[in-house]
């Protein structure tokens, strides 16, 4: 069964990093796009990055761009985002998605790692 | 980025009611090219992660009961629960993916009165 898990969340001081990482199993995890989206604390869901299949295609929302990175490892079945110069408005529980169909909506979630961005 | 307004931000709904929740987007999801509406709906209860329940505006993913039905068109959309069930409290988001740019309502909170 399809199976995402994430990692690497904690608490950072404001100008940090934090690596997280996604570890799927389940499916070919080179056949498919995949994200991070992110839910600040009582908020609604943000749409962070993306990364297609071959990792050759990669977006970024505005609040992130220049600041965290996505990439992927295929061979590892893994998907990472670094995350740099963080900020206190950058504290949220960051979901690893896949997208079903290339199609840009997300037919399974990890459980989400919780970044805390505090002094 | 295309803004999605749900409405009400919560209900309460006796159970074996109906619960009728709203969307509307900023602009027009609606490609004309294959006369798809690229809208889906999520379900998030406490603690976990949202579950896709509707896509397409009103295509039911793999496994969602069929109480649960999605219609509307272009900016205007509704999720129905047709019969509540205490497992259906949540909150629901509706998300566009018409952009690159996907974004997602602000949520309808689903309780029973």
């Known amino acids: 069964q399809v199976q995402l898990v994430e990692s690497g969340g904690g608490l950072v001081k404001p100008g940090g990093s934090l690596r997280l990482s996604c570890a799927a199993s389940?499916?070919?995890?080179?056949?498919?796009?995949m994200y991070w989206i992110r839910q600040a604390p009582g908020k609604g869901l943000e749409w962070v990055s993306y990364?297609?299949?071959?990792?050759?295609?990669?977006y970024y929302a505005d609040s992130v761009k220049g600041r965290f990175t996505v990439s992927r490892d295929n061979a590892k079945n893994s998907l990472y985002l670094q995350m740099d110069s963080l900020r206190a408005e950058d504290t949220a529980v960051y979901f690893c998605?896949?997208?079903?169909?290339?199609?840009?909506?997300?037919?399974?979630w990890g459980p989400g790692a919780l970044v805390t961005v505090s002094s | 980025d295309i803004v999605m307004t749900q409405s009400p931000d919560s209900l309460a709904v006796s159970l074996g009611e109906r619960a009728t929740i709203n969307c509307k987007s900023s602009?027009?999801?609606?490609?004309?090219?294959?006369?798809?509406?690229?809208l889906a709906w999520y379900q998030q209860k406490p603690g976990q992660p949202p579950k896709l329940l509707i896509y397409?505006?009103?295509t039911r993913a793999s496994g969602v009961p069929d109480r649960f039905s999605g219609s509307g068109s272009a900016t205007d959309f509704t999720l129905t629960i047709s019969s509540l069930q205490a497992e259906d409290v949540a909150v629901y988001y509706c998300?566009?993916?018409?952009?690159?740019?996907?974004?997602f309502g602000g949520g309808t909170k689903v309780e029973i009165k």
């Open positions: 397409w505006a009103s």
């Open positions: 389940g499916f070919t995890f080179s056949d498919y796009y």
């Open positions: 998605a896949r997208d079903r169909a290339a199609a840009r909506h997300f037919d399974y």
């Open positions: 990364i297609s299949g071959s990792g050759s295609t990669i």
């Open positions: 998300q566009q993916y018409y952009s690159t740019s996907v974004t």
């Open positions: 602009q027009s999801v609606l490609y004309s090219s294959n006369n798809k509406n690229y």
